[in-house]
């Protein structure tokens, strides 16, 4: 007779070994810890952007680029919850952080300075005489990037939120 362990089983062996992780989203703290720190960043844009710019803008809440950099804030923060969840010496954890890594070096590289290019096209186009084809043409995004600083405060944002998150979920 096969003695293979059943879906049933697994759940009921999970259930009573803590040393097992949980397999359900709810719990899954790299996940959650990467949502809510991006949702966190975005939503502190609002703010850094008023402080700056004395102004609200709502547009920050779903752009790319300002203070604190998302993207950072969700890569670090996936990092971070792998490495208090599983330990700092597996592959997940090695994954994570060379994408947090690349993601980071992205954001104040290429990405920054194709924000720049675009702010200084847009203000090429603005002085292009009206009768110029491309006059009228819809202005490029600027904001896509992040200096250093955006970048540095979205990831110590990412790890304040795993650490925070870490003791707020079972397993």
């Not at 992780?21 to 703010?47: D, E, R, W």
């Not at 993601?103 to 675009?118: N, P, S």
């Amino acid at each position: 007779m096969d003695e293979g362990m059943t879906v049933a089983d697994a759940s009921a062996s999970r259930s009573t070994n803590p040393s097992l992780p949980s397999s359900t989203l709810a719990t899954n703290l790299p996940l959650l810890s990467a949502f809510l720190a991006f949702a966190t960043a975005q939503f502190l844009k609002l703010f850094t952007t008023w402080y700056k710019e004395k102004r609200w803008d709502s547009k920050r809440l779903l752009g790319s680029g300002g203070m604190p950099s998302s993207h950072s804030a969700t890569v670090t923060a996936l990092a971070a919850a792998i490495g208090l969840r599983e330990g700092t010496g597996g592959s997940s954890f090695a994954l994570a952080v060379v994408l947090a890594a690349v993601v980071m070096y992205d954001a104040t590289g290429v990405r920054l300075h194709a924000g720049r290019q675009a702010e200084l096209l847009n203000q090429i186009v603005c002085e292009l005489p009206p009768e110029h084809p491309l006059s009228n043409v819809r202005p490029l995004r600027e904001p896509l990037g992040h200096t250093p600083l955006q970048v540095g405060a979205g990831a110590v944002l990412g790890c304040a939120v795993s650490y925070l998150m870490r003791n707020s979920l079972p397993g």
